[in-house]
């Protein structure tokens, strides 16, 4: 979708439009929204950052999904002069000044972060929200010392982009995300998050996303998607946290994920970029206890991601299945 033809949808006259999920579990799903709460979640966020009329506003996220479309919508609402340049990895390429406020995803943030010249504009941003995919370590400590505020966001398509943000830079730093007001969450019986955000989202949503909420009960950090739960032998394992066990010490791109087991029930299965086996393989055997050690190391060309460049673990299983079973 073009800016164009999401400004023609947006001033069209319908109070809804449409959006789509990201994927990241399984096909993207269309979704019919209210323009009115989109421009709640606008405000709200550009109230919290201090954004204002006349601000320089970077889109560089596609405007098929929920966050190219609220970067918009914030310029709309707030009067931010929007700066519009292709999606890709080093969306300040090419510009001779940093925008003010930016909301990327963290390929892109590594990607300029890698480039001199971009990592200067970068440092220059004065609002910088991430989102669409997890922060890892790595990142966090590339950004702890940049001078302007760096966030991380929680939030999905179902409330209209995001509603709590971690401090990722500063003395406010922080692994806990902070709701903003009037959205209030809990843990149900499995531990998943859930959310109350009446302004963007009518009814209480239950989220997949296991949570641990902070003795004050209302800041809250994610462990890990309810299904991506892999029980092997009848213990549970967090893919994420066996990725997050990995990532400091692995040069090469992986993507933790299970597969059918006749006698385990589900085994842990790596899928690995390039022709790094037997390196990922002993890396495993160094870092990780041996009941979550995977049982299968499948090399690819490229790992599945989805659109917004989140892992897309419905096809990862899908992938690592297929090679299982050949």
Known sequence: M?????????????????????????????????????????????RFLGLKQ????????????????MVVVRSIVTGLRLISVKPGGHPLRGLDRSP?????VPL???DSISDPEERCLLMGVRQLIIGGG????ALCDALKDFPNAVWSTYGMTETLSHIALRRLNGPEASEWYTPFENVSIATDADGCLMIDAPAVCEKRLKTNDIAELDADGRRFRIIGRKDNVVCSGGIKMQI???????????????????????????????????????TMRRLCEE???????????????????????????????????????K
Not at 22 to 38: A, D, F, I, L, N
Not at 134 to 137: K, P
């Open 2 to 46: 073009t800016l164009d033809e999401f400004l023609e949808e947006w001033n069209n006259g319908d109070d809804c439009i449409t959006v789509h999920t990201s994927g990241s579990t399984g096909k993207p799903k269309p979704m019919r929204v209210e323009k009115r709460r989109m421009e709640a979640s606008a405000r709200i966020t550009c």
């Open 240 to 278: 994420e946290e066996m990725e997050r066990q990995l990532k400091p010490h692995a040069a090469c791109r992986f993507m933790i994920t299970k597969v059918k087991d006749h006698r385990l029930g589900e085994a842990v299965a790596m899928l690995i970029e390039g022709d790094e086996s037997e």
């Open 54 to 69: 006349g601000d320089t506003a970077l889109l560089c996220m596609p405007l098929d999904y929920i966050a190219g479309k």
């Open 134 to 137: 997890a922060v890892d370590d």
């Open 287 to 325: 870092h990780l206890p041996k009941y979550s050690r995977p049982k299968h190391y499948i090399c690819v060309n490229e790992l599945p991601m989805t659109a917004t460049g989140k892992p897309a673990r419905a096809e990862a299983m899908k992938t690592a299945q297929a090679a299982i079973d």
């Open 100 to 104: 003010v406020f930016a909301a990327m």
């Open 108 to 110: 892109q943030v590594y």
